[in-house]
């Protein structure tokens, strides 16, 4: 579903924010990446996401190669990549529900099968009966549980959470990753890129480091 060959990432200003990174994240297989801040978790991301481009290597998403991508397929990479973000970047003067649609707004369906993957989405995150509540009235767990179920909308294959449980206490935190697990359950891949050793300890998953832009270490269950 995702794999790296080789991917290194110069910046115009001569930052190398990748050197040589190479490894692969299978369908239905649930990784972490860590490392120091500005050791690459950002701009690794990005490449998935077609933001950057590589400077050298393959970025293989979902079987096609990014580095021959055409602008204008972009829109229809993204859409099946779910992004999570520690900012949860909702819209304050909007419905729980008319958050969780925008990217099928954007994506132009049918309001009505619209309006039923809304409410499969936050029945996945165990929001149902909040859709008409503002994100004001929402803890903080909810409203993040509200940007997972806006990611997973559009039934993407892979999900990116960049810090997803940043701003969470331990418990908000643990609900979080059982919501993640329930997507990689049901095959769908997961990379979350998190400071949190604590928690990605107890999740005893596969878990990618990186340091100054180069992959130091890659351990863990790593199982589908």
């Known amino acids: 579903m995702i794999r790296f060959d080789n991917v290194s990432k110069q910046y115009v200003s001569g930052q190398n924010a990748l050197n040589a990174v190479s490894f692969e994240i299978a369908k239905g297989e649930m990784a972490f990446i860590t490392g120091h801040s500005g050791a690459g978790k950002s701009s690794l991301l990005k490449l998935i996401l077609a933001a950057e481009k590589s400077t050298a290597g393959s970025v293989i998403v979902n079987g096609s190669d990014l580095s021959k991508l055409r602008k204008r397929d972009v829109p229809f990479l993204r859409r099946r990549i779910g992004s999570v973000f520690q900012d949860h970047q909702l819209l304050q003067d909007r419905t729980v529900a008319d958050n969780v649609a925008l990217p099928l707004d954007i994506s132009g369906f049918d309001r009505r099968d619209a309006q039923r993957r809304v409410r499969a989405a936050l029945d996945k995150v165990g929001l ?97």
Do not use: C, W
């Open 128 to 224: 149902s009966g909040k859709e008409k509540q503002y994100p004001a009235a929402l803890s903080s767990g909810e409203q993040q549980r509200v940007g997972i179920a806006r990611a997973v909308v559009n039934r993407p294959a892979i999900i990116l959470a960049d810090e997803p449980t940043g701003n969470l206490d331990p418990e908000l935190s643990a609900e979080i990753m059982a919501v993640f697990e329930q997507f990689k359950n049901v095959g769908v891949s997961l990379l979350i890129a998190s400071h949190d050793i604590s928690l990605i300890n107890q999740m005893d998953y596969r878990t990618l480091v990186l340091k100054e832009g180069q992959l130091i270490g890659d351990t863990g269950r790593g199982e589908s």
